[in-house]
């Protein structure tokens, strides 16, 4: 397994991500995260490693560089400008083809709160590339007009506990065209704290991904 840190240009700024490669790699995804968080997020760090475990390549992104994510900290503005997070992640998508490792892989996107609409605007901007999304606490509804374009099969995934976000997530589904599904993790709330709530998570977003990325529908183990 090949794992490192990796800089991807984007828009004049540079960013960065952790990108992680099992042998003989089956697909990958790109991990958006939610406002205030970052690569180093426990929750997504704890899925990624159990899509790894499935043959999964992952790439967590940090999607504001580290000027702009001091500027962040004081305004906490561009957390929520959803349109240049999107951009970061479609750019992000782009690099992925023409990685040497990666490239002809199927790409997946998995997001995070707010990172969710930033994912779902990306698929939407780039139907080619994206073969499918995976939603976590997601706040798709904050992706907009964007919503009927994307294509790629999506999953929702929703804390049982988390009800504001299950009726955002209800109506960004009515809007959405695309093969999507939204499942509902009994007694959990937003972070998926609850014990076995996020493996739970891993689990549904593996099984989604092993179907949508993978020739044939199946992964690998390590």
């Known amino acids: 397994m090949k794992a490192g840190e990796v800089r991807i240009g984007v828009e004049g700024v540079e960013i ?64 929520f400008d959803i349109p240049l997070l999107a951009g970061r992640v479609a750019e992000a ?41 995976v939603s976590r606490g997601g706040r798709p509804d904050l992706a907009g007009g964007a919503l009927g374009a994307v294509r790629a099969p999506t999953l929702l995934i929703v804390g049982g506990r988390d009800t504001v976000v299950i009726g955002l997530n209800e109506d960004a589904r009515s809007q959405m065209r695309c093969p999507v599904e939204l499942v509902i993790v009994p007694g959990a709330t937003h972070l998926f704290e609850e014990p076995g709530a996020l493996d ?8 989604w991904f092993s179907t949508h990325l993978v020739p044939g529908g199946q992964s690998t183990t390590d």
Request: hydrophobic fraction near 50%.
């Open 16 to 79: 960065a991500g952790d990108l992680t490669i099992p042998v003989n790699a089956v697909g990958v995804v790109v991990f958006a995260h939610g406002s205030g968080s970052s690569r180093f997020s426990r929750r997504n760090r704890s899925v990624a490693a159990a899509l790894n475990g499935r043959g999964l390549a992952t790439l967590l992104l940090d999607l504001l560089s580290e000027e702009e994510d001091e500027i962040d900290r004081v305004t906490r503005e561009l957390r």
């Open 93 to 133: 998508v782009s690099w992925t083809a023409a990685h040497p490792d990666l490239g002809g892989l199927a790409v997946g996107l998995f997001g995070a709160s707010t990172g969710a609409a930033a994912a779902l605007i990306a698929a939407a901007r780039r139907p080619q590339a994206v073969a499918s999304v």
């Open 200 to 207: 739970e998570v891993a689990r549904l977003a593996g099984d």
